[in-house]
């Protein structure tokens, strides 16, 4: 069997980890497995479906770069008679074959409750640092952080941008922040790891403390939240998303039965608990 994948991006740390696992369970279950980095680009994914098709794959891995310009991705795989399924970000789509990811409300909710529990107060002034726009990770973590702050009023958001998910940019976003609002930032809520850690090396340059949290658990944000540079971060599985993603393509292509959706947990990884999640992988 032969099946071909495209990502948003192979160039962080959580991409590549389930580029990685993939590959792994390729080889375990005989399965014939290339994979296709995006760049952070629905179109370029678009032209990687297209080749996959022309290639005569048997199934489509599909991790979405934007929610709305990936549908593209489906109904040609839909068109060619390919089952396609989602993993980690979702499309708008309902032609989708499958889709294997966490709940990213919960997500953003989970994170936001964790930074005002941490704080002991509810009146803060937070900046919030947002994944790539349009993409489902950052629409619906918005969200979820919304959701909890409509129940603190007196929690302001100062400033909120997107830094692509990625840690020069946020540290960049920071910096700028930093000698706009200077000391009235009590906190920072990123959408991801790599981002709440830019934005760590923008603080501890201007010489101060700020508490960052992050969503992923990434290699150096479990060793961040050891060592008090971040107060926690929301493990997302990596392994288990593209994993159940694989076993759904396999079983469509064999015309078995499947979940439609499959969902998985974030886990909250704080300094009592981050050992667990050293060398995950």
């Not at 629905?42 to 996959?52: G, I, K, P, R, S």
């Not at 959408?191 to 760590?200: F, I, T």
Request: overall charge negative.
């Amino acid at each position: 069997m032969k099946i071909g994948a495209t990502y948003y991006t192979l160039q962080t740390e959580f991409c590549m980890r389930m580029d990685n696992a993939a590959k792994k369970w390729a080889k375990n279950n005989g399965v014939n497995y290339k994979s296709y980095d995006g760049n952070n680009d629905a179109a370029t994914q678009l032209d990687q479906v297209e080749t996959m098709i022309a290639d005569g794959v048997d199934a489509i891995i599909l991790n979405p770069q934007d929610a709305d310009a990936c549908s593209a991705c489906v109904n040609a795989a839909v068109k060619a008679g390919i089952p396609i399924v989602g993993v980690n970000t979702m499309v708008n789509n309902d032609k989708l074959t499958g889709f294997c990811g966490s709940q990213d409300v919960s997500a953003g909710e989970e994170i936001m409750k964790y930074m005002i529990q941490y704080m002991n107060k509810d009146a803060l002034n937070i900046v919030v640092i947002e994944g790539p726009m349009g993409q489902s990770a950052q629409l619906q973590r918005i969200e979820g952080i919304n959701n909890v702050l409509r129940d603190y009023p007196k929690i302001q958001i100062l400033a909120q941008n997107t830094a692509n998910w990625s840690r020069s940019e946020a540290m960049t976003l920071m910096e700028t922040w930093i000698t706009t609002h200077g000391d009235k930032i009590d906190a920072v809520v990123a959408e991801n790891d790599e981002m709440a850690l830019g934005a760590r090396e923008a603080i501890e340059a201007a010489g101060m403390d700020i508490p960052c949290i992050g969503i992923d658990g990434i290699t150096d944000a479990v060793s961040a939240v050891g060592n008090g540079k971040m107060i926690a971060s929301d493990f997302q599985n990596a392994e288990g998303q593209i994993s159940g993603a694989l076993e759904t393509a396999v079983k469509a292509v064999k015309g078995e039965k499947f979940e439609k959706e499959e969902w998985i947990p974030f886990e909250m990884i704080t300094p009592k608990n981050y050992k667990d999640y050293q060398n995950r992988y």
